[in-house]
């Protein structure tokens, strides 16, 4: 069965910094788009960026641009999420994704089971 399995979530104050993890099991995902989404209670599941199965090509949510890094070791099968400066309304559950570049979250195949990121004092 594949799997995506995100870590690295928790409690962070205001203009802090995390890093997320994205390791898929049951294959390797070094060929596949990738992307990351949040959602927070009550509201919709956004993007927040993705990046091509080379890691040349990233795209960012306005929201986060210049704030957010994504990236990714295919040596180590492995996707990351930088987060800095981060804000109260970062607070969400943060997902990865694989199989599109797109936007939206109906084009990906394969999901995690998200990560709590909460940005508070």
């Known amino acids: 069965q594949v799997q995506l399995v995100e870590s690295g979530g928790g409690l962070v104050q205001p203009g802090g910094s995390l890093r997320l993890s994205c390791v898929p099991s049951g294959r390797t995902f070094s060929s596949y788009a990738m992307g990351w989404f949040r959602q927070a209670p009550g509201k919709e599941r956004e993007f927040v960026g993705n990046i091509n199965w080379t890691g040349r090509i990233t795209n960012y949510a306005d929201s986060v641009k210049g704030r957010f890094t994504i990236s990714r070791d295919n040596a180590k099968n492995t996707l990351f999420l930088q987060m800095n400066s981060l804000k109260p309304e970062d607070t969400a559950v943060y997902y990865c994704?694989?199989?599109?570049?797109?936007?939206?979250?109906?084009?990906?195949?394969?999901w995690g089971q998200g990560t709590q990121v909460t940005v508070s004092s």
């Open positions: 994704a694989a199989g599109s570049m797109s936007t939206k979250p109906y084009d990906y195949t394969y």
